[in-house]
């Protein structure tokens, strides 16, 4: 079974800076996917990234990009010039390449992010 | 991006009736879907998969005789929690994968259930 661990319950950041969210995660399989969702207080799960784990180069889209280390089984996040609009549980989710696993995500407990002004 | 919808958004009920949650893939067929519990400020526990034309999957630990599950078309899966109790009381939300690239799964908005 697949585990999923994130080490940082809260974070936050000031307005326009950078910051990173951590997130390991356990298997042994070869080919999956990687995602961070954001739930902000409206609750809406939110996809932010995807990173497949056969493909080396990271995922970026726009301001949030990943740092994946495959053989350390590491998948952070990294949120430049941070909005307020940015505040949100942002979860982890591992999910084995279908149709092994059925489509199903494993998601790790959360980081709350709070971005201040 | 695809849709998912969920039907109510905020319900409450007596102790010992039962509700009925709606999850509907508005633009996309989707023959499985997943049905989530979540506690406040927690992560998302998967209940069960919805499959349809077949029984549903349940996960290990969940009442599938409690958590009625019915996926009656490629659009549509119901959550039914029978006998409700207050300790059933959640945020119930339903997501449906897409075939596309990236196997990517839309959420609905989520359900608050309250039994009183």
């Known amino acids: 079974a697949q585990t999923v661990t994130q080490s940082q319950p809260e974070m936050s950041v000031q307005e326009a800076e950078t910051v990173t969210l951590s997130c390991t995660y356990d298997t042994s399989e070869n080919n999956y996917y990687l995602f961070w969702y954001k739930q902000p207080p409206s609750r809406q799960m939110i996809l932010v990234i995807r990173q497949e784990a056969y493909k080396q180069q990271n995922a970026t889209e726009n301001r949030f990009s990943v740092n994946f280390q495959k053989a350390a089984k590491s998948f952070s996040l990294k949120i430049s010039d941070s909005q307020l609009g940015d505040t949100a549980m942002y979860f982890c989710?591992?999910?084995?390449?279908?149709?092994?696993?059925?489509?199903?995500?494993?998601f790790g407990t959360g980081t709350q992010l709070k971005v201040e002004l | 991006g695809a849709v998912v919808s969920q039907h109510p958004s905020w319900v409450i009920c007596k102790s010992g009736t039962s509700v009925k949650i709606e999850c509907r893939s508005l633009d996309f067929q989707a023959t499985t879907m997943f049905w989530y519990r979540q506690f406040p400020k927690q992560s998302l526990m998967l209940m069960a998969t919805s499959n349809e034309g077949s029984k549903a999957t349940y996960e290990q630990g969940v009442e599938k005789d409690k958590f009625l599950i019915n996926h009656a078309s490629l659009t549509l899966s119901t959550l039914t929690v029978t006998s409700a109790h207050p300790e059933d009381s959640s945020f119930y939300i339903c997501?449906?994968?897409?075939?596309?690239?990236?196997?990517?799964?839309?959420f609905g908005p989520g359900t608050r259930l309250t039994v009183t």
């Open positions: 997501s449906a994968p897409t075939s596309g690239s990236g196997y990517e799964q839309y």
């Open positions: 989710a591992f999910m084995k390449h279908p149709p092994g696993g059925g489509n199903k995500l494993t």
